[in-house]
């Protein structure tokens, strides 16, 4: 019931094109391979296939030309579109379909469309090979009939069946269980909560390579014995080490599976899932990481014929509708033919299609194009902002070409800042700047007294004033005064990106206590837990049912005291004096955004504001609008915060966005 598994297939034909040829060649190659015939039924509770011997695949024609050039191409791509997302009926075959549509009297474009159950990437080469030769005898009036196979897909079958129980499967699974022991699979950070079934709306972005950086690549490669692959794949490796904190990285990756001379001229799926475990522990330099990633690479395709799912039987890792089991990250390297058509009195050129889905949180393909490196991301848009997965592409490109510029340096000493961030941060060379002496709330109340009636931040749904924002915040860290918070007191924020979060973390620090940002992604469980580790003793929240539930005791009744901050703007009742507490006494008690958990070491709020002055500077004129939304509970946060607010600026709250 999704399209997630659909593999599209486009060409743009020029020139004049027999339609009737072009169809009965698609049938005959429907003919020649049984998989593209089958239908999958339920017969008593298990899945049995069903192989029709006769098939033929209607290819829907559209004509275009009575539309102008721009009409016809948004037509165009609407047909496209909804034949891509569209769900194949694996109970009815074929698991082809085509369609054509005629823009223009010598132009067409042609998309076959089929479920990832019948082909994979070397399937669409033969594919289009095959059409080729059989348009090509039709035209010349001859009968459109090829050599015949050696064995088809369901001889394969039968064949993988019977290995499987052999002794060469014994000692693949092995292995696999000796390289998958005690696996604990580090997961990206998501823009959003991940839903209890999985999705798979797609986003994609991609880059290119320099020239000088693809032969850089391949030399350093070649040096340890090692391919392009392997060295792409180090570099991702390190790339996920530093997002996810932990040493020891999954990332997995397809195998052709043809490992038999007979099955390379067969259509069908054949690709099986390898999970590649890296270790990067003990600071090693990129040459020394492309050694340990070759030989995990060897080894993983010298046991690439056991099935995944058979490894998964065996491992019995959490199964959950919510994720994959081993990994969350593929890697793909395209390292076979193009699919292209070879039409006589055509030019024909392979179209690139938007990917129907995205199977994992993230994907990354490459592939070589003119003698440069092309790297393509598709990622689940339901978990992650494009903007942000564009920079992480940006940061690989980067790191790949400090790596292999320079493959003797430890693998932690590569920076991530891409040339488009390196605009937007602050010079850290430069000396911070003296004159500031004072705490985080008295800047901004000093910035209140001076220009109470400027825009100080924004969100989606309003925008406040700095009278606005230091009135209310005053009032809020009047009741955390009167329920007994004072300096040294700790107090948790359970509240969105938003503009209460900010109100949230200036109500504390007036009140002079340090305070616990609790991310609204971590399970409740980790939640209480941060609570009690911190010895919060006030919750401010937005949300009464969730705070509640998150508070609640056994028999009903709260461990702390509550305050519900509206997420839109509140109606201003008594307003407490609440006088600012010494820059000497507060203290931001920051949870790590790597582990989720309660840090070791506070910083003083005084360093919170050193710390952010690098970019508080970068924004201290009102023309400035600085964006704050790293992930709730990171260090980054309690800083970017007081960017806007603190200075002469505004502090603008993106939607669910990186800045």
């Known amino acids: 019931s999704t399209s997630a598994f659909n593999v599209p297939l486009s060409f743009r034909l020029s020139g004049q094109l027999d339609v009737t040829a072009l169809k009965a060649a698609i049938n005959a190659v429907l003919r020649r391979h049984a998989p593209l015939r089958t239908s999958l039924i339920t017969v008593d509770g298990r899945a049995q296939q069903v192989i029709e011997s006769e098939l033929t695949v209607r290819t829907a024609v559209v004509d275009l030309r009575l539309l102008n050039a721009s009409e016809s191409k948004k037509e165009a791509d609407r047909w496209i579109a909804r034949e891509i997302t569209t769900p194949f009926d694996l109970a009815s075959s074929p698991l082809l379909r085509s369609l054509l549509l005629r823009t223009a009297d010598a132009e067409h474009q042609l998309l076959l469309t089929m479920h990832h159950i019948a082909t994979d990437g070397w399937s669409l080469a033969l594919l289009s090979d095959e059409i080729s030769e059989a348009y090509r005898k039709l035209i010349r009036g001859e009968e459109a009939s090829f050599t015949g196979l050696p064995l088809q897909y369901a001889d394969f079958a039968r064949w993988q069946a019977g290995w499987q129980r052999g002794p060469d499967a014994a000692a693949q699974l092995r292995y696999w269980q000796r390289q998958l022991a005690n696996l604990q699979v580090a997961e990206l950070a998501t823009d959003r909560p991940r839903t209890t079934l999985q999705s798979f709306r797609p986003g994609r972005h991609s880059t290119r390579l320099p020239l000088g950086v693809t032969g850089l690549l391949k030399r350093v490669g070649r040096a340890e014995g090692a391919t392009a692959y392997m060295t792409l794949l180090a570099a991702l490796a390190v790339l996920l080490q530093r997002h996810t904190g932990s ?36 600071r090693p330099t990129f040459r020394e990481l492309l050694r340990r990633v070759r030989d995990v690479a060897l080894e993983a395709f010298a046991n690439q014929e056991l099935p995944y799912e058979q490894v998964l039987e065996a491992l019995q890792p959490e199964r959950t509708l919510a994720r994959n089991s081993l990994f969350q990250v593929l890697f793909n390297l395209y390292n076979f033919a193009d699919a292209q058509l070879d039409l006589p009195g055509l030019t024909s050129t392979t179209v690139a299609t938007p990917p129907p889905g995205s199977l994992f949180d993230l994907t990354v393909y490459a592939r070589e194009c003119d003698q440069r490196l092309e790297l393509e991301i598709v990622y689940n848009a339901d978990l992650f902002d494009g903007r942000r997965m564009s920079e992480l592409l940006s940061q690989l490109a980067t790191l790949i070409g400090q790596a292999v510029a320079d493959p003797d340096r430890t693998v932690d000493s590569y920076s991530l800042v891409t040339p488009r961030a390196r605009r937007i941060l602050p010079n850290p060379r430069e000396p911070l700047f003296g004159g500031w002496s004072t705490s985080v709330d008295r800047a901004f109340m000093e910035q209140a007294r001076q220009a109470p009636d400027r825009l100080a931040l924004r969100d989606e749904h309003q925008t406040w004033t700095y009278a606005e924002l230091d009135g209310y915040s005053r009032h809020c860290s009047g009741w955390l005064r009167a329920a007994g918070i004072g300096p040294q007191d700790v107090v948790a924020i359970y509240a969105p990106r938003s503009a209460a979060l900010v109100v949230s973390l200036l109500s504390v620090l007036k009140a002079g206590a340090a305070f ?94 050193s710390r952010g002055w690098r970019t508080i500077r970068c924004c201290a004129t009102s023309s400035r609008r600085c964006g704050w939304a790293p992930p709730c509970a990171s260090r980054a946060q309690s800083s970017s915060v007081t960017r806007g607010p603190c200075c002469d600026g505004c502090g603008r709250r993106p939607s669910r966005s990186y800045t």
């Open 516 to 609: 616990l940002i609790l991310d609204p992604v971590n399970p409740i469980d980790r939640l209480r837990e941060q609570l009690t580790t911190a010895g919060a003793r006030a919750l401010i929240a937005c949300d009464a049912a969730e705070a509640q539930a998150l508070l609640s005791t056994s028999d009903g009744t709260l461990k702390t005291p509550l305050l519900l901050i509206p997420s839109g703007r509140p109606s201003h009742g008594a307003d407490p004096l609440a006088r600012p507490a010494p820059a000497r006494t507060g203290r931001s008690r920051i949870l790590s955004s790597g582990t989720g958990r309660p840090s070791d070491s506070p910083a003083r709020i005084s360093s919170v504001c």
């Open 247 to 282: 040493d020891d990285i999954v990332i997995g990756s397809p195998a052709a599976a043809r490992t038999r001379p007979e099955l390379e001229g067969l259509v069908g799926l054949f690709i099986n899932n390898l999970v590649l475990r890296t270790d990067l522990s003990g």
